[in-house]
């Protein structure tokens, strides 16, 4: 059975920085891409960052030059550092792995504010 587990959450100051990790057990298979996604309340779950099996990253614009995606293969793990957190960086996030079947973490809450 995959399990994702995520952990990192925390309350931050404007300006702060948190790395959440993401880590997976069990067997995936043809993994395509592993990423993060947030959803803040009364919004729509949406894509963060993602880094692909060849190392190619992509990250939305509003983390662009802040947020940084890192995967460590051995050990199954996905992080994210996220710097210079802004009060709407504040959400639920989510670890995702997209392969033959699409595997999700439990989310983590980050929270931004002064």
């Known amino acids: 059975q995959v399990q994702l587990v995520e952990s990192g959450r925390g309350l931050v100051q404007p300006g702060g920085s948190l790395r959440l990790s993401c880590a997976a057990s069990g067997s995936i298979f043809s993994i395509n891409a592993m990423g993060w996604y947030r959803q803040a309340p009364g919004k729509q779950r949406e894509l963060v960052a993602q880094?692909?099996?060849?190392?190619?990253?992509y990250y939305s614009d509003s983390v662009r030059g802040r947020f940084t995606i890192s995967a460590d293969g051995t050990k199954n793990t996905l992080f994210l550092q996220m710097n210079n957190l802004k009060p709407e960086d504040t959400a639920l996030y989510y670890c995702?792995?997209?392969?033959?079947?699409?595997?999700w973490g439990q989310g983590t809450q980050v929270t931004v504010s002064s």
């Open positions: 995702r792995i997209a392969a033959a079947t699409d595997w």
């Open positions: 880094i692909t099996t060849g190392g190619a990253t």
